[in-house]
């Protein structure tokens, strides 16, 4: 089954404690990205990647990081995590269009993410 | 930065009644894409959209790509119960960025 796997889904930590949010695809998808989602505010990307080891920020990119060393995996470290960090987030994963360009097709279960 | 407005913010409908749901641009997009999401789930694409003009069916669901290219509509013909939840437009202007419209919350009275 196609799938996009987050883990883990819930997580309460305390502000400064480093965390990795994981985020695995089985569709040897090239694209994929993070997002976080807050009342109001629909989904912001946060970070995308094209390939292996070709990452770049989206929108809201601060306090964040992201890897890309498999194709398959895309993790979300916040390396000393703050209240303002408390979300619903989302990992993604698509391929690329005949235009080069991908259709965020494929989204996986969300992480929800307390800070306190 | 770009930003979409999308509205309506939310709708009560009746079952059986067609609803229409729009976003539009603040610049010119080359992709359009509308999602669906439940509670406590991820968003479901439901349409995706390339071409300025284009006019997209997925069963009860249609979606069109703005003529301007800074615009598109949803319309869910007949709805009923289960089309119950929050409506993202998305869409991107030749980067590899995507940018959400705020949702339309819909509300289905049986």
């Known amino acids: 089954e196609a799938q996009v796997t987050q883990n883990p889904r819930y997580l309460i930590t305390v502000t400064g404690k480093k965390l990795t949010v994981t985020c695995s695809q089985n569709?040897?998808?090239?694209?994929m990205s993070w997002y976080r989602q807050d009342p109001g505010l629909g989904l912001r990307q946060i970070y995308y990647s094209m390939n292996v080891e070709v990452t770049d920020k989206g929108d809201v990119p601060e306090g964040y990081k992201v890897s890309r060393k498999e194709k398959r995996n895309f993790p979300l470290i916040l390396e000393s995590p703050s209240p303002n960090q408390t979300s619903l987030y989302f990992c993604a994963s698509s391929h690329l269009e005949l235009t080069g360009f991908p259709t965020e097709a494929f989204f996986g279960q969300g992480t929800r993410l307390t800070v306190v | 930065g770009q930003q979409l407005n999308q509205s309506p913010q939310s709708m009560f409908i009746q079952e059986g009644e067609d609803v229409s749901m729009n976003c539009t641009s603040s610049?010119?997009?080359?992709?359009w894409l509308w999602y669906k999401q439940d509670p406590g789930e991820g968003p479901v694409l439901l349409i995706a959209l390339y071409k300025a003009g284009e006019l997209t069916s997925n069963g009860r669901l249609t979606a069109q790509f703005g003529i301007t290219r800074k615009d598109s509509f949803l319309n869910i013909s007949a709805s009923i119960p289960s089309d119950v939840g929050i409506y993202f437009c998305?869409?991107?202007?030749?980067?590899?960025?995507?940018?959400f419209g705020t949702g339309t919350r819909l509300k289905v009275l049986a």
């Open positions: 610049s010119i997009f080359n992709t």
């Open positions: 998305a869409g991107h202007w030749g980067t590899y960025k995507y940018i």
């Open positions: 569709m040897n998808h090239e694209y």
